[in-house]
């Protein structure tokens, strides 16, 4: 059966069905299921490799590799995987640029390695037995059907029908700019926050900051990972109306305010560490990280909202989606001045104070058609 000798963490990450692309400097047009070998050497860098999106995946992961996720196997066979396609520039978290991603799919690791495997160079030919293999995480599934529900969709059918409950007790005690408010506003702020992201990102392009290149790789999958959420959550008329929303806010209600913010945080900015270079990156990173800040106000003022309104003091609280997680740290490591920058600037604060409740006071017109504004 053919093999291809890849250097761990990878191979086993692989095998796992963590990590869906095998980079390449050569173009395969293979397709099919080959034999997983590990390296007898790993990567130099270990699993300093992994940046912090696949380190996330991985170690997020309740499916352990073997040993303590450290003493991965060398020298040995580790599992399967199927090659379906070989391309440039996939979205993956795990696709280099400027190599071929060859895709993976259907892995499956051994439950134990083939252990004192040789490798060699491309694909080569393994001759020896095949031991049993072990689930991969895409291939733990039911492997019967039930008549009776399980556990978990029983679990699942009444956690629908607590969301459909909740939904319709907002729409019942709260008024129609108000279930506004709770949709779309921390929507909104996500949404600046972005934009200043990518300008942040667009400025590390321009000036050819190189230390930030990777991080900006990462951070651009995750913005893609953002909007892929939000499309399936909201349908084609509801997206189109956000954008409208966050536009209207940025180029009109905010328009004046946002100036007068990023001058205000640059100057905060240059107070502070005045031999910092890249300013205007900076500042932008900073103002991205103010929004989401925004957003926690945001969501307090909200769940004081609602438990007043349904006369609920127990609601969970609201949450920052872990994506916006992502971003902050994102644009905390690209602004770089973290216990140097003074967030708590009074003018920065009241900066920020005029624009919430700004965006607090916008009469909200999702329903209405285009022609009725």
């Known amino acids: 059966m053919k093999a291809l000798t890849i250097k761990q963490p990878w191979a086993s990450l692989i095998a796992l069905g963590l990590k869906n692309i095998e980079n390449r400097t050569w173009k395969t047009n293979y397709r099919g299921r080959i034999l997983i070998h590990a390296a007898s050497k790993p990567v130099k860098e270990g699993w300093d490799a992994l940046n912090e999106m696949q380190l996330a995946k991985t170690f997020g992961s309740k499916y352990k590799l073997y040993g303590d996720n450290e003493e991965l196997p060398m020298g040995a066979i580790v599992g399967s995987v199927e090659i379906v396609d070989c391309v440039q520039n ?151 109306n956000v954008d409208e929303q966050v536009k209207m806010c940025v180029e009109g209600h905010l328009a004046h305010d946002l100036t007068i913010l990023y001058w205000t945080v640059n100057r905060e900015f240059k107070r502070a560490v005045p031999e910092y270079p890249h300013e205007e990156l900076r500042t932008y990173a900073i103002i991205s990280t103010l929004f989401i800040d925004l957003l926690k106000e945001y969501n307090l003022k909200i769940d004081a909202l609602l438990a007043e309104k349904l006369n609920n003091k127990d609601l969970e609280e609201s949450v920052i989606p872990p994506i916006i997680k992502e971003l902050r740290k994102g644009m905390v490591a690209f602004a770089g001045v973290e216990g140097k920058f003074n967030y708590d600037n009074k003018d920065v604060k009241l900066g920020m104070d005029i624009i919430g409740k700004k965006i607090e006071r916008i009469e909200f017109g999702i329903f209405r058609k285009d022609d009725e504004r």
């Open 90 to 240: 996939h979205p993956s978290i795990w696709a280099e640029e400027g190599v071929w991603n060859w895709v993976l799919a259907n892995p499956v690791m051994f439950d134990e390695p083939i252990k004192g495997v040789k490798g060699k160079l491309s694909f080569w030919e393994y001759e020896g037995e095949l031991p049993k293999n072990r689930e991969s995480q895409e291939q733990r599934k039911p492997r019967t059907e039930k008549a009776v529900p399980s556990l978990n969709e029983v679990n699942e059918a009444a956690f629908l029908k607590k969301v459909s409950d909740g939904v319709q007790q907002l729409v019942d005690n709260l008024t129609l700019n108000e279930q506004m408010r709770v949709a779309l506003v921390p929507l909104i702020l996500e949404q600046i926050a972005w934009i200043y992201a990518d300008k942040a990102m667009s400025c590390a392009a321009r000036d050819k900051v190189s230390l930030l290149k990777k991080l900006s790789r990462v951070l651009k999958l995750v913005h893609q990972k953002w909007n892929d959420e939000l499309r399936r959550d909201l349908d084609f008329n509801h997206m189109k």
